[in-house]
Nanobody, 128 residues
Framework: QVQLIESGGGLVQAGGSLGLSCAAS????????MGWFRQAPGKEREFVAA????????YYADSMKGRSTISRDGAKNTVYLQMNSLKPEDTAVYYC?????????????????????WGQGTQVTVSS
């Protein structure tokens, strides 16, 4: 079983920055890909960013391009999400996700159903 533990959420003013971390444990094999999703109250879970563990492919939601950076530390089995120029509409619970199944199309990375393991979520609140 894989455990994903997120940290780094909190309250930040609009225009500020916040970094999230997600540490994976419980399986010796590295995941094929890890990603970040978010869910605001009353809305569906939406894609934020993802990468393949080899680092060969990185994907961002259009809303986060230019404002966020996803990265990973293989030695620590940890994926990071640095978010800048935050807006009130970025307020949501942010979830880390992992899959050990190869994804063959870029669109697959954007789909929550493609990920097998999820963290408990961390709240990000951006005040105006």
């Amino acid at each position: 079983q894989v455990q994903l533990i997120e940290s780094g959420g909190g309250l930040v003013q609009a225009g500020g920055s916040l970094g999230l971390s997600c540490a994976a444990s419980g399986r010796t094999l590295s995941p094929y890909a890890m990603g970040w999703f978010r869910q605001a109250p009353g809305k569906e879970r939406e894609f934020v960013a993802a990468l393949t563990w080899t680092g060969g492919s990185i994907y961002y939601a259009d809303s986060m391009k230019g404002r966020s950076t996803i990265s990973r530390d293989g030695a620590k089995n940890t994926v990071y999400l640095q978010m800048n120029s935050l807006k009130p509409e970025d307020t949501a619970v942010y979830y880390c996700a992992a899959t050990f199944t190869r994804l063959f199309t870029s669109s697959s990375f954007y789909q929550p159903a493609r990920y097998d393991y999820w963290g408990q979520g961390t709240q990000v609140t951006v005040s105006s």
